[in-house]
């Protein structure tokens, strides 16, 4: 039940940033989903789809997924380097391989860095063991490395999506 409404606030907290991003009209945007299976197994991305093109008819909306099932924002962030899909209509093939480097750097180690063991260590529990194990771990930076070899092609052939949705709140308040 917890979770169920958690899903719910983040729809709505979701769907209010999005008509509240902008004063100017537009008729199609794009929105990107990072997150795990409550991202794809609810599809939340077409449920936001689908009310904001109910709300209004003229609009398009675009959404392009990223999700790793049962994983957090921290394994996005440190292990595998999603943040590049936010910002990757300005960066360069150097940077999307300095991500990579960092991966390769992850895929060498046999045991797990302190980094993770200290992050997994704060969580006190509140995971479930395959969440924590590193074999699990590789599997997955493998193919993030594989999803930013893409990346990458696409930055060298000037394909980088853009999107237009930011979620960042200003001094005021307002999004």
């Given at each position: 039940?917890k979770?169920?409404?958690?899903?719910?606030?983040?729809?709505?907290?979701?769907?209010?940033?999005?008509?509240?991003?902008?004063?100017?009209?537009?008729?199609?945007?794009?929105?990107?989903?990072?997150?795990n299976?409550?991202?794809?197994?609810?599809?939340?991305?077409?449920?936001?789809?689908t009310?904001?093109?109910?709300?209004?008819?003229?609009?398009?909306?675009?959404?392009?997924?990223?999700?790793?099932?049962?994983?957090?924002?921290?394994?996005?962030?440190?292990l595998?380097?999603?943040?590049?899909?936010?910002?990757?209509?300005?960066?360069?093939?150097?940077?999307?391989?300095?991500?990579?480097?960092?991966?390769?750097?992850?895929?060498?180690?046999?045991?797990?860095?302190?980094?993770?063991?200290?992050?997994?260590?704060?969580?006190?529990?509140?995971?479930?063991?395959?969440?924590?194990?590193?074999?699990?771990?590789?599997?997955?930076?493998?193919?993030?490395?594989?999803r930013?070899?893409?990346?990458?092609?696409?930055?060298?052939?000037?394909?980088?999506?853009?999107?237009?949705?930011?979620?960042?709140r200003?001094?005021?308040?307002?999004?």
């Open positions: 039940m979770n169920k409404v958690l899903l719910f606030i983040s729809i709505f907290f979701m769907i209010n940033i999005l008509f509240e991003r902008s004063n100017v009209h537009a008729e199609e945007i794009n929105i990107l989903f990072i997150g299976s409550y991202t794809f197994r609810h599809d939340m991305p077409l449920l936001v789809k009310i904001l093109e109910l709300g209004d008819s003229s609009l398009t909306v675009n959404y392009y997924m990223h999700p790793y099932g049962g994983r957090d924002i921290f394994r996005h962030s440190e595998y380097q999603s943040g590049d899909y936010i910002k990757q209509s300005s960066m360069t093939v150097e940077d999307i391989d300095q991500s990579i480097a960092k991966m390769d750097s992850l895929l060498s180690l046999t045991d797990p860095p302190a980094f993770f063991t200290d992050y997994v260590a704060s969580m006190d529990g509140k995971q479930t063991s395959g969440m924590n194990d590193w074999g699990n771990m590789l599997s997955n930076i493998e193919s993030a490395k594989g930013h070899l893409d990346l990458r092609d696409d930055i060298a052939n000037n394909n980088a999506a853009s999107y237009d949705c930011r979620c960042r200003n001094r005021s308040g307002s999004y």
